[in-house]
């Protein structure tokens, strides 16, 4: 029993380390996706989090090179570690290239196997996502006394602007679209708009449905101003995912989101985007009590009165009660009822809070990426 995941609170569970050895200070949530492991564990959304993973079997089909979101390839995206039921098997899959063991050594990622993750789960939704350290010893020495202040000290996600430790530093071009089973990735060699995205953690698939559209995209920092961006003369703004406290990502964000709106070009925004336009309109956010996390949501879209099933990663929420006047509720969770998805009445400026690049998760909502390409050539 080489490892360690020791809450705030003093519980402390034993388990089988893998990947990285160390500790990792961060907010225990619960991901009921039973597919795209190597998705979920490198999506920038996670920076500051420890995934435990509902589906049993983790690992089952390895790792590669192709199905991952961050942009980040030489260390983790920010996720602190995750926790599994079973121990890692040798993977069978085609496509595998490394076994899960050795992906997350090389990306510096603690794992815990061997954990009764069903009771885990049980926990978390009773108290809240909680405030961990994961560790892993090869010599199975460990100071659970230090652990657990360790845990009690951790300040969690209220507050944190970590957006800024997953955005990309510097201006750069995409072009790659969609994976197909016969050619891999593709490219958008005949754009019919530009798009200019604020990247604030954002996941490769959605820059990819975007090129898909027929995008040409300038991906910017988070932190670029509204100036900067209408300066290179974009026909759409996207807003991207991305992990942290939107309320205080949005102290720097949130006033050139506004001028973006304020432009009258068409924006749409996803996730963390998804917040900060509310907040840019006048709503508010609020941490959830323990968020949604998986690939199997129920979401109803107002605009067209069908329910999809959408994939989900946050811990934030707009509170729908917030949202001032000429700011329509688009899309609710059949789950509980949460604020998904908000328009701005009579203006191409829309968001939604799950993730319909659909990586990994189904594909329902694919067509929100056709909804913004629509608006972009409505509005040129």
């Not at 509170?319 to 899309?331: N, Y």
Request: glycine share 12%; net charge negative.
């Amino acid at each position: 029993m080489t490892a360690r995941l020791v809450l705030a609170d003093g519980t402390v569970i034993e388990g089988i380390g893998l990947g990285a050895t160390g500790h990792a200070s961060g907010e225990l949530c619960f991901n009921t996706a039973i597919t795209g492991y190597q998705e979920i564990l490198t999506d920038p959304s996670y920076a500051g989090q420890i995934i435990t993973f509902t589906f049993p079997h983790i690992g089952n089909v390895g790792a590669n090179d192709e199905d991952i979101e961050t942009f980040n390839l030489a260390a983790t995206s920010g996720v602190r570690g995750c926790v599994l039921k079973a121990d890692v098997t040798n993977p069978s899959n085609y496509r595998a290239a490394k076994h899960l063991h050795a992906w997350l050594k090389a990306r510096n990622i603690i794992g815990i196997a061997g954990v009764d993750t069903r009771a885990l789960t049980s926990l978390i939704r009773d108290r809240g996502m909680q405030n961990a350290v994961i560790a892993h010893n090869a010599k199975a020495k460990f100071d659970t006394g230090a652990l657990t202040r360790q845990a009690a000290k951790w300040p969690g996600l209220e507050g944190m602007d970590l957006a800024k430790e997953v955005s990309c530093t510097q201006r750069y071009d995409w072009d790659e679209t969609l994976w197909d089973l016969k050619t891999g990735y593709g490219r958008q060699q005949d754009p019919k708009h530009h798009v200019v995205a604020m990247d604030f953690g954002a996941k490769r698939n959605i820059l990819r449905c975007l090129a898909q559209q027929g995008c040409k995209i300038t991906v910017v920092p988070g932190n670029t101003s509204g100036e900067e961006i209408l300066a290179l003369e974009p026909d759409g703004v996207f807003l991207s995912n991305g992990p942290g406290d939107p309320a205080a990502t949005g102290e720097y964000a949130v006033p050139e989101i506004r001028k973006l709106v304020d432009s009258g070009k068409p924006v749409f925004g996803i996730c963390l985007g998804h917040q900060m336009l509310a907040l840019a309109l006048g709503g508010t956010t609020v941490k959830m009590h323990q968020g949604h996390h998986g690939a199997n949501h129920p979401v109803k879209d107002h605009t067209t009165g069908k329910v999809e099933i959408t994939s989900m990663n946050h811990g934030f929420a707009v509170d729908g009660k917030s949202l001032p006047e000429g700011v329509a509720e688009t899309h609710i969770s059949l789950f509980d009822g949460s604020n998904c998805g908000i328009q701005l009445e009579g203006k191409p400026v829309f968001s939604v809070q799950h993730h319909p690049e659909a990586s990994p998760g189904p594909q329902d909502s694919h067509y929100l990426f056709a909804r913004f390409a629509d608006y972009i050539a409505e509005t040129k």
